[in-house]
């Protein structure tokens, strides 16, 4: 550069210098109310702005409950237990479960009633333990009697009952080796043969049933059935204990006696009432099952089916004499449920 260059350089900074020291100087002059000149723009490192932020952060909700909102599901879309109705106790469920296959064990045993009774009473016995109920139950017990009478308690076999079998009477027996060699007592084969006497002959041909029979009770029902294996050959109303003295448990036939003497136990003798006497209340049998309880007759038919006695059970004097025929001392279990 030229001296002359220089020289012009500096001229002009100098000039420009001069100008910014009378700008600054007039502006320093100039009141504050007075001045329209707008704030200068400067950056500044905060954070960012409220603006850039959107609203301030609102509290939550009130909780609602579960499904609250939920909107409701379509019909064609409700779960499959939607219209379920409430659940039943165990005991109830159990119950309805029980008298629903009773119902249909008892239909299909009496549709088979006259052309296949043998399995017509082991489908109506099955209906029987299952616990039918109300005119169905009636309905069961005359098909379930008839069917015992037909098969069993009658002198003619049928070929497929296998409870009842042909029995050549040898040298030297009696009706009762006869019935102990089958547990069933000797007044069972009188009655299944039709036999007037004890007397039979060698030669002959008695029909006997496959004993034991067997008793079970069931108190809430005040029901007293016979069993032979897995059928029932009758079904009694009884009467029981009051108060619930009647005892549950298994027994088994200790004695049994026709026309029973009455002496109860822990009364005085004045309450002793003869065999026979017209106000004996035992009837005309009774069966004894131990720790003086017994199954015996009545001479207060109105009490059969009422918690009446002094614990043990009761059934009108026709039933009892039936029973009586059945039941083998030392074989025949009762069992008595609640």
């Not at 309805?96 to 052309?115: F, I, P």
């Not at 029979?213 to 007293?224: A, F, P, T, W, Y």
């Amino acid at each position: 550069m030229t001296t002359f260059g220089r020289v012009a350089v500096t001229v002009a900074v100098a000039a420009v210098l001069v100008g910014v020291t009378a700008l600054v100087a007039h502006l320093l002059d100039v009141p504050e109310a007075t001045s329209n000149l707008p704030a200068p723009s400067v950056t500044v490192e905060t954070p960012s702005t409220t603006e850039e932020l959107g609203p301030p952060p609102q509290p939550p909700a009130e909780p609602k409950p579960p499904d609250a909102a939920k909107p409701p599901v379509p019909a064609e879309t409700q779960p499959p237990d939607a219209a379920k109705p409430p659940a039943l106790a165990a005991g109830d469920e159990q119950q309805t479960d029980s008298a629903g296959a009773g119902a249909q064990a008892a239909d299909e045993g009496l549709a088979m009633v006259r052309d296949r009774p043998v399995a017509a009473q082991k489908r109506l016995s099955q209906a029987v333990r299952a616990g039918v109920v109300g005119l169905k139950a009636a309905e069961v017990r005359e098909a379930i009697k008839n069917l015992a009478d037909k098969l069993q308690l009658s002198s003619r076999r049928h070929p497929d009952d296998t409870y009842s079998k042909g029995y050549h009477v040898a040298s030297g027996d009696t009706l009762t080796s006869i019935g102990e060699r089958h547990c069933i007592p000797y007044e069972l084969v009188m009655k299944v043969n039709r036999l007037s006497t004890t007397s039979i002959v060698a030669g002959q041909t008695l029909k006997v049933i496959q004993g034991p029979i067997h008793i079970e009770i069931l108190k809430g029902r005040k029901e007293l059935r016979v069993w032979l294996g897995d059928v029932c050959l009758r079904t009694y109303l009884v009467g029981i204990g009051a108060a619930d003295s009647t005892p549950d448990g298994v027994f088994i036939v200790k004695s049994k006696v026709q026309n029973p003497p009455y002496q109860p136990q822990h009364k005085p003798k004045s309450e002793f009432r003869a065999a026979g006497a017209p106000d004996n209340p035992l009837g005309t049998r009774w069966i004894d099952i131990g720790n003086h309880y017994g199954i015996h007759g009545t001479i207060e038919p109105d009490s059969v089916g009422r918690s009446v006695s002094e614990g043990c059970i009761r059934l009108h004097n026709k039933d009892v004499e039936e029973l009586y025929d059945m039941v083998v001392i030392g074989a025949t279990k009762v069992t008595i449920r609640p």
